[in-house]
T-cell receptor, first 113, second 111 residues
Framework: DTGVSQDPRHKITKRGQNVTFRCDPI?????LYWYRQTLGQGPEFLTY????????KSRLLSDRFSAERPKGSFSTLEIQRTEQGDSAMYLC???????????FGPGTRLTVT | KNEVEQSPQNLTAQEGEFITINCSYS?????LHWLQQHPGGGIVSLFM???GKKKHGRLIATINIQEKHSSLHITASHPRDSAVYIC?????????????FGEGTQLTVNP
């Protein structure tokens, strides 16, 4: 399968714990995006990378959130000291370049208890 | 007010019916995506367009840049078309850095 993959698919954690998600984009894609989706809503932008450079972060991304894309390949999204409000689906997408069609991964569903 | 508005929010149809989902946006865009999301979360890109009309199988997407409006049509609908359909745009002001999404239209097609 050469699509976008995400790991894990589901994560249940207790409030205050740290979690890390991984996204593997389509291999030749330079752009990688993270979005968050809560129930009944459309996704919201969190951050994006052009190769290894993180070019923009949403105001939604508090200091507890950090994302990396070392070597411009896979990306990780870490949430420190999780809160119940962090419960959501975290979606990763990739594209060849800006303004190109984006291809989405299956998402990681986070539940904070 | 959301920059991208979809209507209707929910739509129930009988198998075989012609379906239209609408998307309006309030600011300048560079391109528009129609996406399909099935239960469980996976999102599939159906179309990306910046002008005119595109067709793929039973799906047709149109966009009118001057009127800031796009429609997604499904001909001869089938229960397997049941999903959430999401309109998303590249806002010109963000220069293609990310997509801005509508809230989605939940489509249910009954046999």
């Amino acid at each position: 399968d050469t699509g976008v993959s995400q790991d894990p698919r589901h994560k249940i954690t207790k409030r205050g714990q740290n979690v890390t998600f991984r996204c593997d984009p389509i291999s030749e894609h330079n752009r990688l995006y993270w979005y968050r989706q809560t129930l009944g809503q459309g996704p919201e932008f969190l951050t994006y990378f052009q190769n290894e450079a993180q070019l923009e972060k949403s105001r939604l991304l508090s200091d507890r959130f950090s994302a990396e894309r070392p070597k411009g390949s896979f990306s990780t999204l870490e949430i420190q000291r999780t809160e119940q409000g962090d419960s959501a689906m975290y979606l990763c997408a990739s594209s060849l370049a800006g303004l190109d069609e984006q291809y989405f991964g299956p998402g990681t569903r986070l539940t904070v208890t | 007010k959301n920059e991208v508005e979809q209507s209707p929010q929910n739509l129930t149809a009988q198998e075989g019916e012609f379906i239209t989902i609408n998307c309006s946006y309030s600011v300048g865009i560079s391109a528009l995506h129609w996406l399909q999301q099935h239960p469980g979360g996976g999102i599939v890109s159906l179309f990306m367009l910046s002008s005119g009309k595109k067709k793929h199988g039973r799906l047709i997407a149109t966009i009118n840049i001057q009127e800031k409006h796009s429609s997604l049509h499904i001909t001869a609908s089938h229960p397997r078309d049941s999903a959430v359909y999401i309109c998303a745009v590249y806002l010109r002001e963000t220069s293609g850095s990310r997509l801005t999404f509508g809230e989605g239209t939940q489509l249910t097609v009954n046999p």
